[in-house]
């Protein structure tokens, strides 16, 4: 909403920008200078935020993840919760973002449908997710007083990031009404991967993983 003839430029209103400009022209902008002028911005505004549209596309996913673990730590449950429920409700929450804005992110990552775990634009959601899914397993490591039952943050973490592409592939194709099926490979997902890490050697937890991966993905 403005309050003057001309809003106020932000980072969130570039983005805003550049998620109707895909979505209208279902492409991505061919220039930064074509942006601004058919978005009545400078090219300074633009570049006071981003050096590019890939960083901006690489902002996107990031805000996804920060907004949603925003509104996660405002749960007053949050911290009476365990590690497991954290990771569900992290995955619940993400998945809503994603989901209110689907048309953008399925536009823009269908191209990649089939190779999610090396797109670009995912590096800085995948650090952010790995450096979660890193403290919850640092937090269950706490409660052991021998170093030999500890689990392996960094190992746990990339089963974690293996399993949300999993996910994220999942919901992309899902076509359940409300996406319940997406809510369902949440839980059970979630839940099985930690009984595994449990029980299982962590080296059989990354190839499980992959396992789940190259199976949805093949």
Excluded at 106 to 134: C, P, T, W
Aim: charged letters at 30%; hydrophobic letters at 40%.
């Amino acid at each position: 909403m403005a309050n003057t003839s001309k809003s106020k430029i932000t980072e969130d209103k570039i983005i805003s920008l550049f998620m109707e400009s895909v979505l209208e022209h279902e492409k991505v902008p061919s220039s930064v200078f074509k942006f601004c002028k058919e978005n009545k911005i400078t090219e300074e505004e633009f570049y006071g935020f981003f050096g590019s549209f890939d960083t901006l596309q690489k902002s996107i996913w990031t805000k996804f993840f920060d907004n949603s673990y925003g509104v996660m730590q405002k749960n007053k449950d949050y911290e009476s919760m365990t590690n497991e429920e954290k990771m569900l409700t992290f995955f619940f929450t993400f998945f809503e973002n994603l989901t209110l804005n689907r048309s953008y992110v399925l536009f823009i990552m269908n191209e990649h449908k089939h190779s999610l775990e090396g797109l670009v634009q995912l590096k800085g959601l995948r650090k952010k997710f790995k450096d979660f899914a890193s403290t919850l397993i640092e937090e269950r490591n706490e409660e052991k007083n021998l170093k030999i039952f500890r689990y392996n943050a960094p190992l746990f973490s990339e089963g974690a990031w293996l399993q949300f592409l999993f996910i994220l592939k999942f919901w992309m194709e899902d076509g359940s009404p409300g996406l319940e099926k997406t809510d369902i490979a949440i839980e059970k997902s979630v839940t099985t991967i930690f009984q595994i890490f449990e029980s299982t050697p962590l080296e059989k937890i990354v190839d499980f993983g992959k396992f789940l991966y190259k199976e949805k993905f093949a």
